[in-house]
């Protein structure tokens, strides 16, 4: 004879267990077919979402949809493996406040804790560097929302985490090319922070150096890789070993110009925008992390147009 046919829930059964299994599915008699004939049935169907039902759940899914796509804008550049750890991050940390899910706030620092570190908590910063980095933080910030071509500012802190005291996030754009101004715009806002601490408190730090560093890069790609430089024009060279030192002096000469040029631009727009400055750094002092909610309250809508000339004067308030 054949042996008898068996399946999990009879192996379940025959240790004297019972099993409860719950299924959805849109065609009744096909799920029952599927399942062991000897199982005890019974079906519930349930009713359609009436308006109010519907329209909470098309909310919830827009809520998720919206949260979505501002962390892809906080998250590029990350690997699975860095989401994943983002997401262990937040939920951790949702779990220890006693939360019932995950919000975008868990998921903000989950990220900013995978980018920059976790937060320092048992170190203080000095009253003075505290100062010096809300100032430097708020130029940044100010001046990148000021200007049209720059990337939209999504949060500012003065949180130490890692080797940085503080920091400035944009959301990156969805353009997929950019032009000469764009590119002048995001250096104009990297030396913001520097020319800040020039202008109002009359000394610079060292804090700027990655700043300089990532503006002095994207200056000789502009003259070496996309043809926006005066020295060498169109001059593309497959083998840049293989350029006379004439022509690599000429690209250090014009990257040294385009850096006094976008720093002295930084430093007429934090003599403009002196008493936003002079705001922001008030609020980061007090709340340590400004969200772009925050930033459109303090100095409005973010800048998108080109303005005209505005003559400005050279005093500045402390």
């Known amino acids: 004879s054949k042996p008898?046919?068996?399946n999990m829930i009879d192996i379940f059964k025959s240790?004297?267990?019972?099993?409860l299994m719950?299924?959805?599915f849109p065609y009744g008699p096909v799920l029952f077919h599927l399942l062991n004939q000897k199982l005890e049935?019974?079906?519930s169907?349930?009713?359609e979402p009436n308006f109010k039902e519907g329209k909470c759940?098309?909310?919830i899914i827009k809520s998720r949809e919206m949260m979505a796509k501002e962390l892809a804008g906080l998250t590029p550049g990350l690997v699975g493996a860095d989401i994943e750890e983002i997401c262990n991050i937040a939920a951790i940390a949702a779990a220890r406040?006693?939360?019932d899910g995950i919000d975008i706030d868990d998921l903000s620092n989950a990220i900013d804790r995978v980018r920059g570190g976790i937060e320092k908590k048992n170190k203080k910063v000095l009253p003075e560097e505290r100062i010096r980095t809300a100032i430097h933080e708020a130029g940044h910030a100010v001046v990148g929302w000021m200007l049209p071509y720059a990337d939209p500012i999504n949060k500012v802190s003065i949180v130490w985490r890692g080797s940085a005291l503080g920091f400035t996030q944009s959301l990156p754009s969805e353009r997929t090319g950019n032009k000469k101004e764009h590119f002048l715009d995001y250096i104009c806002m990297c030396l913001a922070g520097r020319a800040a601490e020039d202008v109002f408190l009359g000394e610079v730090s060292d804090g700027a150096s990655q700043d300089l560093k990532q503006a002095s890069e994207i200056i000789r790609d502009m003259i070496t890789r996309f043809g926006f430089g005066k020295s060498i024009g169109l001059f593309a060279p497959s083998d840049w070993s293989l350029v006379s030192e004439s022509t690599s002096r000429k690209i250090d000469e014009e990257t040294q110009e385009i850096l006094e040029e976008q720093y002295a631009r930084a430093k007429d727009l934090i003599r403009i925008h002196q008493h936003h400055i002079i705001a922001l750094k008030s609020l980061l002092l007090d709340i340590e992390?400004?969200?772009?909610e925050g930033l459109i309250s303090l100095l409005g809508a973010k800048v998108t147009e080109v303005a005209k000339p505005t003559a400005f004067s050279e005093g500045i308030s402390a």
Do not use: C
């Open 15 to 19: 240790f004297g267990l019972n099993v």
């Open 57 to 59: 759940e098309l909310e």
């Open 97 to 99: 406040k006693g939360a």
């Open 22 to 24: 719950i299924a959805s």
């Open 4 to 6: 008898k046919k068996s």
């Open 289 to 292: 992390v400004v969200r772009e």
């Open 45 to 47: 169907k349930l009713k």
């Open 41 to 43: 049935k019974k079906s």
